[in-house]
């Protein structure tokens, strides 16, 4: 037998190709360290003129590489891109640094997250049949693949978009995410740079039912059981003489936020207050006799809040952003009215109590965090933020007490313009602490330990988000709670239901 090793090398050459056909056929590829694994993209429907394709690529080597380029004989232009969520839109971006494959690390191209786009295409991409391409890798080079040719939905994530709006290309890129959260929880993520967005929030919230701790308490046995907590001062009686029956707060806030860098968003907030209050005074030896009732109202601008948002991460699914800002004590807190005295008298131009002034007096921190997902129609979020007094006291010798929020949300958009959302918001807050000389009395609200406390909220909402070109962008909220559980300090109004509505629009 002539065996020569010329026949022999071509005999490797031949079973090398056999096996680097019969791997390519398998779908990998390797170029240095890289191992491209299963590349493929979908039949193109007629007249298209781009295409996706996605693959696995991991990195055997010990310093990291990144895929920069690439070709394919029918696309004109060849980009690698990566999904972000843009102006509340999931939105396909290019990646003009390329896309990095740590050491080690295995990086999946897939429907709706990291992919090439073939642009530009001048012929079709069948099923069942393979096209050959190339990828460029900063470090590794370049490398042939072949990408088989799936069926036009391959891959597709989840079945809202079947027969939808989405029939053009790249369906199953998602194209719209779980949608927002709801139209309360605000500083949920960044914006892209030179990206703004300006927002206006209506804020309702009725409280009208006495509570001591978590049990309820009529009026009538507060004015006879209460201590007063200025008992003992000259004409001062031993228990509480006026009650809060109803209490309304309102706010409308004008926000603002602008992309600054790729991580960096600046946001303001300005708050118009305005509340209400009816109490009922009683009179007598021990406080047995309804005397009469009175309202009193305050109403200007609140704190200011300004800061800064920070995008920790954000991929095509989920996002971390803290946010860091101050409230400025820009809201009044020496507001005056009337209120009917237990001698019959009203009395005007007084200081109203802690609750009824327009700001905290104080310099604040409001840090927040907040953590959001989406898996295709549905979308969850948590996000804690906070109110901390950064001064002892204020010009009037108190600070209110802190304030710590937990709020977890989930949402479902039914349709590309409708989301709802059901949402549960714990809260407390601390007392008062200090006391303003100015404000006295055997008034409830005049006792600094009758602030702040522990509550369970439930809210449902809706996020109307129109898709008609004028108002894309926009976005319409409403979102309604109703306290579930509550656990005040004190005695003092318990909350009602509130209410936030609200429209935000991105530039
Ligand atoms: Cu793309």
Redesign the pocket.
């Known amino acids: 037998m002539q065996f020569c090793i010329r026949s022999l090398r071509h005999l490797m050459l031949a079973a090398a190709f056999m096996l680097a056909s019969a791997l390519a056929v398998a779908g990998e590829f390797k170029a240095g360290n890289l191992v491209i694994t299963d590349p493929w993209t979908r039949a193109t429907p007629k007249g298209a003129r781009v295409g ?1 394709g996605f693959m696995s690529i991991t990195n055997r080597g010990t310093k990291a590489d990144r895929l920069i380029g690439g070709s394919l004989p029918q696309a004109g232009r060849f980009e690698v ?1 990566e999904m972000a969520v843009v102006d509340d839109v999931m939105k ?1 971006r290019e990646l003009k640094n390329g896309l990095e494959i740590g050491p080690g690390e295995t990086v999946v191209l897939k429907p709706g997250s990291y ?1 090439v ?1 073939f642009m530009a295409l001048t012929e079709g991409l069948i099923e069942g049949e393979s096209v050959d391409g190339t990828l460029r890798f900063a470090d590794a080079g370049a490398v042939r693949i072949t990408y088989a040719v799936k069926a036009m939905g391959a891959g597709r994530r989840h079945g809202m978009h079947k027969g939808g709006h989405m029939k053009g290309h ?1 369906a199953g890129h998602g194209g719209h995410h779980g949608g927002p959260a709801p139209i309360s929880v605000m500083g949920v993520h960044s914006m892209a740079p030179g990206k703004f967005m300006l927002g206006y929030r209506f804020m309702h919230m009725n409280m009208d039912e006495m509570k001591q701790g978590s049990g309820d308490i009529s009026s009538d046995t507060v004015a006879t059981t209460v201590p007063n907590h200025f008992a003992g001062m000259s004409g001062q009686p031993a228990t509480i003489r006026v009650v809060p029956t109803e209490m309304e707060t309102q706010m409308h806030m004008v926000s603002g936020m602008v992309g600054i860098t790729d991580r960096i968003t600046a946001m303001a907030m300005l708050p118009f207050v305005r509340k209400k209050m009816t109490m009922l005074t009683y009179s007598g030896a021990t406080g047995t006799t309804r005397l009469g009732s009175s309202t009193a109202t305050t109403s200007g601008i609140g704190d200011v809040k300004v800061g800064g948002l920070v995008k920790i991460f954000q991929d095509p699914v989920s996002s971390l952003t803290a946010r860091l800002a101050l409230s400025i004590p820009t809201g009044g807190i020496e507001e005056t009215g009337s209120m009917l005295m237990p001698s019959g008298m009203t009395m005007t131009g007084r200081r109203l109590a802690y609750g009824m002034q327009l700001g905290s007096g104080t310099f604040d921190l409001i840090p927040a965090l907040t953590y959001m997902r989406h898996h295709g129609a549905f979308s969850w979020g948590v996000q804690y933020r906070g109110v901390v007094r950064l001064e002892s006291e204020n010009d009037e010798d108190y600070s209110l007490g802190d304030i710590h929020e937990l709020d977890g949300w989930a949402g479902y958009r039914w349709t590309p313009w409708l989301q709802t959302s059901v949402r549960l918001n714990g809260r407390t807050e601390g007392a008062i602490d200090g006391q303003d000389p100015n404000i006295m009395g055997p008034a409830i609200g005049a006792d600094p330990d009758n602030y702040g406390g522990d509550r369970l909220t439930g809210f449902l909402g809706v996020n109307i988000t129109p898709r008609t070109s004028v108002l894309k962008g926009t976005r319409f909220g409403l979102d309604v709670g109703m306290p579930l559980y509550e656990d005040v300090n004190g005695t003092r109004l318990g909350a009602g239901w509130s209410a936030m509505l609200g429209v935000t629009r991105r530039f």
């Open positions: 996706g891109h396909m992919h786009m790249m």
